[in-house]
């Protein structure tokens, strides 16, 4: 019943900029972490940036600076901002996110279905 959705993925060139997007939706009672993760061909699944219900965020090193997650509570949305894209951040990105569906009920792991992101050289 709960679904995150990301959009905004596309082919840009080094250098360039793009904002992703993903929301949350169905059955939520609360959202606690939210955040991104992307998976290059051929590599594992990385953390690229979380950020806490308080607000508090985690970046990869590879992205300090360029990268910028902010939330949007009310509209159950996470956003990832990206600047002065290079080649190696081509990958899968996607959205993931704590959530508890009932008034104590379990903390559970839901994940997107990934945008692509192209960085040409």
């Known amino acids: 019943q709960v679904q995150l959705v990301e959009s905004g993925g596309g082919l840009v060139q080094a250098g360039g900029s793009l904002r992703l997007s993903c929301v949350a939706s169905?059955?939520?009672?609360?959202?606690?972490?939210m955040g991104w993760y992307r998976q290059a061909l051929g590599k594992q699944r990385e953390l690229v940036a979380v950020m806490s219900s308080g607000g508090n965020t985690n970046y990869a090193d590879s992205v300090k600076g360029r990268f910028t997650i902010s939330r949007d509570n009310a509209k159950n949305t996470v956003y990832l901002q990206m600047n002065s894209l290079k080649p190696e951040d081509t990958a899968n990105y996607y959205c993931?996110?704590?959530?508890?569906?009932?008034?104590?009920?379990?903390?559970?792991?839901?994940w997107g279905q990934g945008t692509q992101v192209t960085v040409s050289s």
């Open positions: 169905g059955s939520i009672f609360s959202i606690n972490g």
């Open positions: 993931n996110a704590g959530i508890r569906r009932i008034v104590g009920g379990t903390l559970r792991n839901y």
